[in-house]
C-alpha cells in the first residue's frame, strides 16, 4: 500500500524557513516524478513544484528563488526547502506522485506565514 506522509509544517515569521518532507512507504520514490502542491483556505491547490528521477526540477514562478525541492533516495524521501517565506505562502501544502495512472497524495503539512 502506497503511503505518503508529510512533515515539518509549522507556523513562521515572514522571512523565515521552513523544510518539508515527503516520506514515502509502499513504494520507491526514486523512479518518479514527486510534485509538491499547496492548497489555501477558499482556494484551489496549486502546483507549487516538481523532481523528477533524474533530479530535475521545475518552480511555480510564485515560489521560483526561494523554495528549493530535493530528494534522498536511501530514506525514500523528497524535501521541500522555503525559504523568505510570504504571507501567502500560507497553505496546507501536499506530495503526490502518479503510479500506474493512479495519484497518491499525502494527507498534508499545515505552514502559516505571519507578516
Known amino acids: 500500500q502506497v503511503q505518503l506522509v508529510e512533515s515539518g509544517g509549522g507556523l513562521v515569521q515572514a522571512g523565515g524557513s521552513l523544510r518539508l518532507s515527503c516520506a514515502a512507504s509502499?513504494?520507491?520514490?526514486?523512479?518518479?516524478?514527486i510534485n509538491w502542491y499547496r492548497q489555501a483556505p477558499g482556494k484551489q491547490r496549486d502546483w507549487v513544484a516538481l523532481i523528477t528521477s533524474t533530479r530535475g526540477t521545475n518552480y511555480a514562478d510564485s515560489v521560483k528563488g526561494r523554495f528549493t525541492i530535493s530528494r534522498d533516495n536511501a530514506k525514500n524521501t523528497v524535501y521541500l526547502q522555503m525559504n523568505n517565506l510570504k504571507p501567502e505562502d500560507t497553505a496546507a501544502y501536499y506530495c503526490?506522485?502518479?503510479?500506474?495512472?493512479?495519484?497518491?497524495w499525502g494527507q498534508g503539512t499545515q505552514v502559516t506565514v505571519s507578516s
Open positions: 509502499g513504494i520507491g520514490l526514486y523512479i518518479y516524478t
Open positions: 503526490a506522485v502518479t503510479r500506474e495512472g493512479r495519484d497518491y
